[in-house]
């Protein structure tokens, strides 16, 4: 597209945002994440991830470069892994959510919910054999728990597992698993028909027993892949440290939290296109940024991202302790991704007709932030998550 037809730049560059001082206390560790991650999206991402997101296509070139980057795997150690602190893997997902939700969350199914399994829940052979190929993306994770009628019911998942000599065979089918059509290996969440227990096992996707086909016609984090995928005596290996639906909550409460930092990242990134573009647009003589309504609409968004970083930098602080609760995690998760929605919209209605339209780098951002907004339970069920804690009634089965 030409100069002329793009009359406003910079839009999607990080501006620094941080109005509460919370950066000074970052260490050198986080630091060198964080300005990494910062540098790759400003250079690498913004430039070209629309086309991705337009085309539905995977950005391979940007995924791979996550692992030049050294980022897989994030806070596991050893392996392969960069064994970050819990601030750190917060600020790398943060940031990569401020360039797009499909990259950010490639990061997430690899190595939260993929790598994480097996190296909280896998015997010392599973972790050797697949931790380090997974962190230098020479084999792709998935994570399959979510079945076609069990979302936020999920403990009552119908896929089962059986014993036949010394493996494991599989039959069942799981909807909305993020590359679960690409993936080597995946982590199945199913039922032991011996004693009724959820376990996780390892399934490999080369094998007759598994067909993963692509979700198509998405309205949001387009330019990653989802699946239905189907077990038909699928063969795979028990992950030992697993042994009830519990342990897959284990790995949960932390991806929890990653979302609160992602939807922190979609909000910054609104939040500063909204700033930028204020200060270039000029309308009856002069930019829409010295107007008042228009200061008092960027403040107020000010106001929500500034809530929603004190919120991570809790987290993180609480999780570096060992503190971490699931319905800590929860209300992080329906906090931050409710204001993101509010903070994203804004920016768009600030942006007038040209807020629809990806080269402004918001429109693709208040799709992307559904998916945070819905998966890792929904905003209702975290709701009802920590309800449940605060009052000592459970208002729903489970």
Known sequence: MSAEAVPYTHLGDALATDYFRVREQFTPEQWKHFLTTRRFVDEEVLPVINDYWEKAELPWPLMRRLADLGLYGEDIEGYGSPGMSPL???????????????????????????????????SEEQKERWLPAMARLDAIGAFALTEPAHGSDSVALETTARRDGDGWILDGTKRWIGNGSIADVVVVWARDVEDGKVKGFLVETAQDGYTGVT??????????????????????EWLPGTRSFKDAGRVLVTTRATCAWGALGHAVAAYDAALTYAKQRVQFGKPLAAFQIVQDRLVKMLAEVTGMQLYC??????????????????????????????????????????????????????????????????????????????????????
Do not use: C, P
């Open 313 to 398: 930098m809790q987290l993180a602080r609480l999780e570096e302790e060992g503190r971490m609760t699931d319905t800590i995690a929860g209300l992080a998760k329906l906090n931050n991704t409710r204001k993101a929605r509010a903070v994203i919209a804004e920016a768009r209605d600030l942006l007038g007709g040209n807020g629809v339209l990806l080269e402004n780098h918001v429109i693709r951002h208040m799709g992307d932030i559904e998916v945070i907004h819905t998966y890792e339970g929904t905003e209702t069920m975290q709701a009802l998550i920590v309800g449940r804690d605060i009052t000592g009634f459970g208002a729903f089965a489970g």
């Open 88 to 122: 750190a893997r917060g600020l790398v997902t943060m940031e990569l959510h401020r360039g797009d939700g499909s990259l950010g969350t490639f990061l997430g199914v690899q190595s939260g919910l993929a790598m994480k399994s097996i190296a909280m829940h896998g």
């Open 215 to 236: 979700l198509g016609g998405k309205g949001a984090s387009r330019a990653i892949w989802q699946a239905q995928i189907t077990l038909s005596g699928a063969r795979g």
